[in-house]
């Protein structure tokens, strides 16, 4: 490619309905690892690019590198007077998260106009960037988390943690230990041993169920309800649910602060792992040591 090229690409509106707009795309070094520098080039009403940064990237190299992953490329966003580079991180091969070296572009919409564009990329004979664009506007980087939703249309959903602190981490749990024991310790006497039977038992049990903890309500959602209130077109990221956890020798307790719904959800799009935003301590590294995802998501059978 020697010059800007422009693509068409579909995000939402204010109103969350789909909405097309245009973005300029520079694709070079395609014989070592690719480098896509996408310009915003119209003003447009969808989400700040930190939040439909997975989508319009698929769609990017769907239409440019089909046979690379997200993870493959290197990437660079300019708008306005601010760039920055971003990068996908994974986790035993799925994406997990994406890494923002400046974050205050991610939250602008301000385009710049197509020749101001081409004018970073004007060489004739190579195409390479002449005037690489310098961003005038740093507020350091950003981290957000993404989990994959195979079974959703758009694929990923980006989360944010509930709050910055040092004293808390991020677990990806295996949805299927979770799920059965979340399951298990609401209702201790079931005579079952799978997670079809416990789901069936507690659903005839629902009556004696109460309190945060309990799995029924948000078990009783469908795929299709599911899919529908994980939202991944809203305009600010979903949080990470919040737990706390007290070892077996506690009574294997699972605590939920938020996001009881949020986890099924995950669950019930396909989602290889949960995450879970906790304190720092030993009973996080049992949490860990018992639930931490070692890898893609086992079939739904225990």
Request: net charge negative; aromatic share 12%.
């Given at each position: 490619m020697k010059?800007?090229?422009?693509?068409k690409?579909?995000?939402?509106?204010?109103?969350?309905?789909?909405?097309?707009?245009?973005?300029g795309?520079?694709?070079?070094?395609?014989?070592?690892?690719?480098?896509?520098?996408?310009?915003?080039?119209?003003?447009?009403?969808?989400r700040?690019?930190?939040?439909?940064?997975?989508?319009?990237?698929?769609?990017?190299?769907?239409?440019?590198?089909?046979?690379?992953?997200?993870?493959?490329?290197?990437?660079?966003?300019?708008?306005?007077?601010?760039?920055?580079?971003?990068?996908?991180?994974t986790?035993?091969?799925?994406?997990?998260?994406?890494?923002?070296?400046?974050?205050?572009?991610?939250?602008?919409r301000?385009?710049?106009?197509?020749?101001r564009?081409?004018?970073?990329?004007?060489?004739?004979?190579?195409?390479?960037?002449?005037?690489?664009?310098?961003?005038?506007?740093?507020?350091?980087?950003?981290?957000?988390?993404?989990?994959?939703?195979?079974?959703?249309?758009?694929?990923?959903?980006?989360?944010?943690?509930?709050?910055?602190?040092?004293?808390?981490q991020?677990?990806?749990?295996?949805?299927?230990?979770?799920?059965?024991?979340?399951?298990?310790?609401s209702?201790?006497?079931?005579?079952?041993?799978?997670?079809?039977?416990?789901?069936?038992?507690?659903?005839?049990?629902?009556?004696?169920?109460?309190?945060?903890?309990?799995?029924?309500?948000?078990?009783?959602?469908?795929?299709?309800?599911?899919?529908?209130?994980?939202?991944?077109?809203?305009?600010?990221?979903?949080?990470s649910?919040?737990?706390?956890?007290?070892?077996?020798r506690?009574?294997?307790?699972?605590?939920?602060?938020?996001?009881?719904h949020?986890?099924?959800?995950?669950?019930?799009?396909?989602a290889?792992?949960?995450?879970?935003?906790?304190?720092k301590g030993?009973?996080?590294?049992?949490?860990?040591?018992?639930?931490?995802?070692?890898?893609?998501?086992?079939?739904?059978?225990?």
């Amino acid at each position: 490619m020697k010059k800007l090229q422009i693509e068409k690409i579909t995000d939402y509106d204010i109103s969350k309905k789909p909405a097309d707009g245009n973005i300029g795309v520079y694709l070079s070094n395609e014989e070592n690892t690719p480098h896509i520098h996408l310009f915003e080039v119209e003003r447009r009403t969808g989400r700040n690019f930190t939040f439909s940064a997975p989508k319009i990237c698929s769609d990017i190299l769907k239409a440019y590198l089909p046979e690379k992953q997200l993870y493959e490329v290197d990437w660079t966003y300019t708008t306005g007077g601010a760039h920055t580079d971003f990068s996908f991180k994974t986790t035993h091969g799925e994406i997990s998260g994406i890494h923002f070296t400046n974050a205050f572009p991610t939250n602008i919409r301000t385009p710049l106009s197509i020749d101001r564009c081409s004018e970073f990329f004007s060489h004739p004979q190579t195409g390479c960037a002449q005037n690489e664009p310098k961003s005038i506007w740093h507020s350091g980087p950003l981290d957000l988390m993404i989990v994959p939703i195979p079974k959703h249309k758009e694929k990923f959903i980006v989360l944010r943690d509930p709050y910055m602190s040092a004293d808390h981490q991020t677990i990806l749990a295996n949805p299927n230990k979770f799920i059965h024991a979340w399951l298990t310790q609401s209702f201790m006497n079931a005579n079952v041993n799978d997670l079809n039977g416990l789901t069936a038992e507690y659903a005839k049990n629902a009556r004696f169920m109460s309190g945060d903890d309990n799995p029924i309500a948000p078990l009783h959602s469908s795929v299709e309800e599911s899919l529908t209130h994980l939202r991944p077109e809203g305009w600010y990221p979903h949080e990470s649910a919040m737990i706390s956890y007290q070892p077996a020798r506690s009574g294997g307790k699972i605590n939920f602060t938020n996001g009881r719904h949020r986890t099924i959800n995950f669950f019930n799009a396909g989602a290889p792992f949960l995450p879970f935003f906790m304190y720092k301590g030993e009973r996080t590294d049992k949490f860990a040591e018992e639930f931490e995802w070692q890898g893609p998501r086992p079939e739904d059978n225990m």
